[in-house]
Nanobody
Framework: QVQLLESGGGLVPAGGSLRLSCTASGRPFHSYTMAWFRQAPGKNRECVAVIDWNGSKTYYPDSVNGRFTISRDHAKNTMYLEMNSLKPEDTAVYYC??????????????????WGQGTQVTVSS
């Protein structure tokens, strides 16, 4: 099993920045792919960033590419999402999740086994 704990959400004006953190415990940190998803009210959960087991490969959809950066620190068992130039449409609950094995990078929620509790990000216009 993997336990995930997110932090760092909050209220920020449009154009601002936030950094989300996701600290993992349980199975070895290097054994799984990690991702950030978000879900706005009335919408499906969507993938906003994926990182492979050692941080050498990342993926971003067009909606956040160039504004969001995913990273992971193996010494701290923590994954991060740096979000810049935030827009009101980025408002959502953000979740971190893990996928096994760590050398594949799916973007579909059903492919992920463990999830954090979510952290709210609100961007005001």
């Amino acid at each position: 099993q993997v336990q995930l704990l997110e932090s760092g959400g909050g209220l920020v004006p449009a154009g601002g920045s936030l950094r989300l953190s996701c600290t993992a415990s349980g199975r070895p940190f290097h054994s799984y792919t990690m991702a950030w998803f978000r879900q706005a009210p009335g919408k499906n959960r969507e993938c906003v960033a994926v990182i492979d087991w050692n941080g050498s490969k990342t993926y971003y959809p067009d909606s956040v590419n160039g504004r969001f950066t995913i990273s992971r620190d193996h010494a701290k068992n923590t994954m991060y999402l740096e979000m810049n130039s935030l827009k009101p449409e980025d408002t959502a609950v953000y979740y971190c999740a893990t996928h096994f094995p760590g050398n594949t990078m799916p973007t579909i929620p059903d492919e992920y086994s463990y999830w954090g509790q979510g952290t709210q990000v609100t961007v005001s216009s």
